[in-house]
């Protein structure tokens, strides 16, 4: 069982940073990515930001590039997203996702992901 827990989440001024972390016990799946996405109320669930299990690539959704950054500690299992120059427009939950399969031609997609958290809010005041 995949099983990733977020943390890291809570309430921000407008320009301000959050770092949100994703502990992820894997067992014996393999884990081809994992993944940052948002919902805000009344949206669609998005993408905002991946990285490869061998953490030498990092993909971002055009609206956090530049002020967002993934990076992952593998001894640990864990994944971080580093929010710097937050927006009103950053508020949503975020969740954190597990790819343990192949499949899919787009992995920026959330059906792609098999294994989801629970989701962390992140709010950002004006």
């Known amino acids: 069982q995949v099983q990733p827990v977020e943390s890291g989440g809570g309430l921000v001024q407008a320009g301000g940073s959050l770092r949100l972390s994703c502990a992820a016990s894997?067992?014996?799946?393999?884990?081809?990515?994992m993944g940052w996405f948002r919902q805000a109320p009344g949206k669609e669930r998005e993408f905002v930001a991946r990285i490869t299990w061998s953490g030498y690539g990092t993909y971002y959704a055009d609206s956090v590039k530049g002020r967002f950054t993934i990076s992952r500690d593998k001894s640990k299992n864990t994944v971080y997203l580093q929010m710097n120059s937050l927006k009103s427009e950053d508020t949503a939950v975020y969740y954190c996702?597990?790819?343990?399969?192949?499949?899919?031609?787009?992995?920026?997609?959330?059906?792609?992901?098999?294994?989801w958290g629970q989701g962390t809010q992140v709010t950002v005041s004006s």
């Open positions: 996702a597990v790819k343990t399969n192949v499949f899919g031609s787009n992995w920026n997609s959330p059906g792609s992901y098999d294994h």
């Open positions: 894997v067992g014996t799946f393999n884990v081809y990515t």
